[in-house]
């Protein structure tokens, strides 16, 4: 079962995290005054009873529920999470475990970080996207003004337990987002990961390398934890455009069906600079055309959502394009009329 010490908390992946994480409680549990669990009204129903019977020395807790989606992450709904912990006995020696996908994660992440100063926190992801991408790194994150991911912390943890067994319950559409940031991985590390990616079939084919995905972003962040470096902006590889494409639909697109479209356009604009050969564009091009195979019907307002990015640096759009399998990233600033082309490609 890979494992592994990460700047950002202990990390298992595999059928035996939810044995790990037992363990841990059996060490653990003691010394906290009380615990909270936050997942979403899907997992809650779907995964949760699956999880906790798993779970023979967590003792008492409380479940906090959110509503499933993006809009979850707000400044309003963590106000009123900071209350609820409170009415449920939760003090500054309590634990939070949050249970779901990367919005329950990303909240969950914030909501610990910043209740009485700080609480320890554990992460049980549950979606795909949540074990090989968003429970890994200590980014946490909320969305206010319909800019995504605008107030956040980097946060440790006590521990990450990645349970594959509770996929079993993921629908078609969350393994299909999830996916894409999988395809991104794979593309950075290049080598077999990338051949094996460009292999897969069906979603069941993910599971023999959600271990090589996971380990992929595990090894890209501990090398640069708090993104200092051009190591860690890599994975910002197809985020450009796709987050600005999320912000401009108004959460109404999954996360990974943006990062998709934002890794076919930014293939196009790598390729357009020279950045990238065509032919391993097209390969990527190929890959994600082969699992959304109808492009979105971008809004008008994916420019505006541009200039908002965080990576942008006095008001000039930056990016971090592809410059092949396992060759990194290109940061750079693309003029206007690059995009646009790339925009009118895709369209
Ligand atoms: N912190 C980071 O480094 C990082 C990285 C990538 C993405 N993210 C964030 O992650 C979020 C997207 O994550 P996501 O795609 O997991 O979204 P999500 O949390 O909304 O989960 C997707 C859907 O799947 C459901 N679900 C999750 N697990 C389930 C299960 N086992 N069975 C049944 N239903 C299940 C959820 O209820 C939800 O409806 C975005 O907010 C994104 O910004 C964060």
Not at 298 to 322: C, M, T, W
């Amino acid at each position: 079962m890979p494992q592994r010490e990460t700047y950002f908390g202990p990390w298992t992946l595999g059928d035996e995290a939810l044995e790990a994480l037992d363990q841990w409680l059996e060490v653990h549990r003691s010394n906290y005054t009380q615990v909270c669990i936050l997942t979403d009204e899907n997992v809650h129903e779907a995964a949760l009873p699956h999880v906790l019977s798993g779970l023979a020395h967590l003792g008492e807790s409380a479940v906090l529920e959110i509503p499933p989606g993006e809009s979850s992450k707000c400044p309003e709904l963590l106000s009123q999470l900071w209350i609820a912990m409170l009415e449920n006995g939760m003090d500054r020696h309590s634990l939070l475990v949050s249970m779901g996908g990367g919005v329950v994660t990303d909240l969950g992440g914030f909501l610990a970080d910043t209740f009485m100063r700080g609480i320890d926190h554990i992460l049980v992801p549950t979606s795909l996207l949540g074990m090989v991408d968003a429970s890994i790194g200590g980014k946490t994150a909320i969305d206010v003004g319909g800019y995504k991911n605008l107030a956040g912390t980097f946060a440790q943890s006590e521990g990450i337990f990645a349970w594959p067994p509770v996929l079993n319950s993921l629908p078609e559409a969350e393994w299909r987002s999830g996916w894409a940031e999988c395809i991104k991985h794979a593309f950075l590390q290049g080598g077999d990961l990338w051949d094996a990616c460009q292999q897969v079939q069906s979603y069941a084919e993910i599971l023999p390398l959600l271990p090589a995905l996971a380990m992929a972003k595990v090894e890209v962040v501990d090398a640069d934890p708090f993104e200092l470096t051009d190591a860690r902006k890599a994975l910002n590889l197809g985020h450009t455009l796709g987050h600005a494409i999320e912000s401009a639909f108004g959460g109404g697109v999954s996360h990974g069906d943006c990062i998709a479209a934002g890794l076919w356009l930014e293939s196009c604009i790598a390729e357009d600079l020279g950045h990238l050969k065509p032919s391993h564009g097209q390969a990527l091009r190929t890959l994600i055309d082969r699992w959304w195979t109808i492009h979105l019907p971008l809004p008008a307002e994916v420019n505006a959502y541009l200039h908002g990015d965080k990576k942008n640096q006095s008001g000039k759009i930056r990016f971090a394009l592809p410059a092949g399998p396992g060759q990194g990233i290109v940061l750079t600033e693309v003029p206007a009329g690059i995009v646009k082309k790339a925009l009118a490609k895709y369209v």
